[in-house]
């Protein structure tokens, strides 16, 4: 008889909490029609009785990386967030510019390479979510 064995995800945010020694969290994440590399949903599970009321809250556009972003408003917005045990981000696309010669936009507008936009704005993330105290609610801001 063959015996099933229910492996972890190999996700960037599972390899994320072990690098962090981070526990999981609590809240279950279920994913479906998945094709590829893309998934089409995430639906959350929330233990009953955990909140009085849930916020969530969807962040898109930030365009990290252009000479426009407001950082400063972007700090000051995931630092409201985390002030309430029950508010969740949700992220949305256009997060980082990363602009390129092939793109709409202009690299002449960004701040650097899309390299070092990309792990400036993790290490932005980072920097919110552990020095508001909240290291635990790591996962929840992303998928």
């Known amino acids: 008889m063959t015996k099933i064995v229910k492996v972890e995800e190999e996700t960037s945010i599972n390899r994320l909490r ?7 969290y609590p809240i279950k994440h279920q994913t479906g029609m998945v094709y590829g590399s893309e998934v089409k949903y995430v639906s959350w ?14 962040l ?5 990386g252009h000479v426009e972003c407001r950082v400063h408003k ?14 969740f981000v ?26 070092q936009q990309i792990y400036e704005f993790c290490e932005l ?5 552990t020095n508001a105290g909240r290291a635990k609610r790591l996962g929840m801001l992303v998928y």
């Open 60 to 64: 898109t556009d930030v365009q990290y």
């Open 90 to 115: 949700l992220f949305g696309g256009d997060m980082i510019d990363a602009a390129t010669l092939l793109s709409v936009g202009s690299p002449l507008e960004n701040t650097g390479e899309p390299q």
């Open 125 to 129: 993330m980072f920097q919110v979510i």
């Open 74 to 87: 972007v700090k000051e917005y995931i630092q409201w967030v985390l002030k309430e045990p029950n508010r």
């Open 45 to 58: 599970t929330f233990p009953e009785r955990t909140y009085d009321t849930v916020e969530l809250l969807h």
């Open 18 to 24: 072990k690098l962090l020694d981070v526990e999981p």
